[in-house]
């Protein structure tokens, strides 16, 4: 059950009263609202053109929702069925972008969620692009690279009806890696004859930017880097928790060390390993990209590391800084006050809505930093603009010119966090800052363009 928060305009609580009746078995969904529609309290108390265009209610309802069959052959001969997904939440200031995520936890809710925060996302980076999520309930784990094309291609049978590099530009997200782009790609120049950056996060030989597998990873860190300096601090000498082993956590843990900080711990759904040394991020490569394998065997590399089973312990390890890097909702609100007891001053998420709302309630009455995703993680989805602009340029820019505008975006971001939430009274709260600067460019997009 959600917790009711502390909105008090009329025209805010009606547009989430009316939401919470419609969409009542969506609860990542009302969740990853009302977080946003909290933080716009002083945004339309100011402005009256938003309630008077409707553009809370229009922007909380997706442009458009596309639920499919997806039937495959498994490597025994018998058909599956899974259920596909792609929302087109808003596109006021460009083609819907955003990820694919094939995960068994997949439903429309959480797309839903995904897209919903896509938005504010997107618009932050500065970036032409509007807000959009798929995937599937697929889970592509201990399937072979068969039965994973196959289905890849049943899903993009489908999905090409409604994208184009002009219309709809998905990505990567969890359990869609370079092998997943690859044969969604393959899939989709097929049927359309054509090659074009209808995708992002491909692979070098067929269009992909140098840098877009590190960028949410890298791009976590330069924003926190940003955020950590302007409060005086930086990741130097600090002990750091990363969770997941995926994309973003294994990028994570690279850029870390690179400035200076030491990863101690590290998860993957079944359990965490804790090095006191230090986990070096190429081993977790080896394990997760080449071998995928569980973050387990780990222990045959390090003998001395130490395993626990269960994934939600690794927020009782000890350390400065956390960097939740897994899935929505892992840090509660009793995780997050383990880590203020063991002394951690910031939590900044590299996973969409890894932390529940009571959660960021301890972060905020414990004073500590706090960076939230849709300005953190943001680095992924800006360097697939840049895939984007890289492809409708036929050039490819070299990796230290795409990390350069990377962490300028990175630092951007913060900037703009942080102006927005001084200039409504909130200074130092990047939360509020976020989704208010998110908000507002596409808000104005959507106000000149009419109903
Ligand atoms: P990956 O699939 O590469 O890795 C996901 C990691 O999180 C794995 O270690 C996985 O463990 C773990 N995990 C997934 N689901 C759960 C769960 N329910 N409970 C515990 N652990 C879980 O995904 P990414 O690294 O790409 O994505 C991680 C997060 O970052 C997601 O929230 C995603 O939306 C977000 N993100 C990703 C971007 C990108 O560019 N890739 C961009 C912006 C945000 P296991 O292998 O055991 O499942």
Known sequence: MLKTMSIKNAYLLSVLD????????????????????????????????????????????PERVVMFRVPWVDDSGKVQVNRGYRVQFNSAIGPYKGGLRFHPTVNLSVIKFLGFEQIFKNSLTTLPMGGGKGGSDFDPKGKSDGEVMRFCQ????????????DTDVPAGDIGVGAREIGFLFGQYKKIRDEFTGVLTGKGLSY????????????????????????????????????????NVAIYANQKCAQLGGKVVAMSDSNGYIVDENGIDYQVIKEIKEVKRARIKTYLDYVPSAKYVEGCSGIWTVPCDIALPCATQNEIDEASAKALIANGCMGVFEGANMPSTPGAIA??????????????????????????????????????????????????????????AAEKYGMKGNIQAGANIAGFLKVADAMLWQGI
């Open 154 to 165: 049943s899903f993009m049978t489908e999905l090409q009806r409604h994208i184009g590099p």
């Open 362 to 419: 301890a972060y905020q009455a414990a004073g500590i930093l706090f960076a939230p995703a849709k300005a953190s993680n943001a680095g992924g989805v800006a360097t697939s603009g840049l895939e984007m602009s890289q492809n409708s340029e036929r050039l490819s820019w070299t990796f230290e010119e795409v990390d350069a505008k990377l962490k300028g975006i990175m630092e951007g971001i913060y900037a703009a966090c942080a102006a």
């Open 207 to 246: 269009g992909g930017s140098l840098a877009r597998t590190e960028a949410t990873g890298f791009g976590l860190c330069y924003f926190a880097d940003a955020q950590l300096r302007d409060n005086g601090q930086s990741f130097q000498g600090k002990r750091v928790v990363v969770s997941g082993s995926g």
């Open 18 to 61: 009316g939401l919470k009746k419609k969409s009542a078995h969506e609860p990542e969904f009302l969740q990853a609202v009302e977080e946003v529609l909290e933080s716009l309290e002083p945004v339309v108390e100011a402005d009256p053109r938003y309630e008077r265009q409707n553009i809370i209610g229009r922007i909380v309802e």
